[in-house]
């Protein structure tokens, strides 16, 4: 069973759109994050969700929002995509501070 | 602020020896230190940690990290690597209170050479 789970794997979509990426985690962890891979392979952390509450919300466009409708899903909505935006996206999630990260697949997002 | 530094981002070994990929990290606060390592088109799969108590710490895959606060260092170790450790490996620091955010190093690219 996967324990972090991303769709889609792969998103391809031109300048402007707006699209979402789900994640969802069965491990009955509190906390959820995205982080941005960029392509010289940088990790960055943008959100992080605790018992649906934003607790992290880094210096990211607020092109970008996380949305949490339960304690196992944070999806990422992304409005008006620009050609930055194109990186790889990771799902992450995590009991507490003391339990390490479970990482998703990733979904590659490219902008044409 | 927290910063993660991995002074080498590509690392090209020989099979069957053995590898260090080096970790240095500043933070005004204590941390916990851990590597993950990244897989060809997958995510990040955690290979160790250290918490707190012996300095010496073990990981899968024989896997082995020492960490040393007075130089800020979590070195990565392998006595004898494979061809499928051939992958890319990142260190990363979370603060020991707040929001469990991690803070990753730019990663090292491991190439085991047959």
Not at chain 1, 38 to 55: A, G, P, V
Not at chain 1, 94 to 108: A, V, W, Y
Request: hydrophobic share 35%; glycine share 6%.
């Amino acid at each position: 069973d996967t324990a972090v789970s991303q769709t889609p794997k792969y998103l391809v979509t031109q300048m402007g759109n707006d699209k979402s990426i789900k994640c969802e985690q069965n491990l009955g962890h509190d906390t959820m994050y995205w982080y941005k891979q960029d392509s010289k392979k940088f990790l960055k952390i943008m959100f992080s969700y605790n018992n649906k509450e934003l607790i992290i919300n880094e210096t990211v466009p607020n092109r970008f929002s996380p949305k949490s409708p339960d304690k196992a899903h944070l999806n990422l909505h992304i409005n008006s995509l620009e050609l930055g935006d194109s990186a790889v996206y990771f799902c992450a999630s995590s009991q507490d501070i003391l339990q390490p990260q479970h990482f998703g697949d990733g979904t590659r997002l490219s902008i044409l | 602020a927290q910063s993660v530094t991995q002074l080498d981002s590509q690392v090209p070994v020989f099979e069957e020896a053995p590898v260090e990929l080096r970790c240095n990290y500043s933070s005004s606060v204590s941390v916990y230190l851990f590597w993950y390592v990244q897989y060809p088109n997958q995510g990040l799969q955690l290979l160790l940690k250290y918490l707190s108590g012996s300095t010496l710490v073990k990981g899968i895959n024989g896997f082995e990290a020492e960490f040393n606060k007075s130089q800020t260092s979590f070195h990565l170790r392998k006595p004898s690597v494979h061809i499928s450790d051939t992958a890319e490996y990142f260190c990363a620091v979370s603060v020991r209170s707040g929001a469990n955010n991690l803070f990753f190093g730019t990663g090292t690219r491991l190439t085991v050479i047959p």
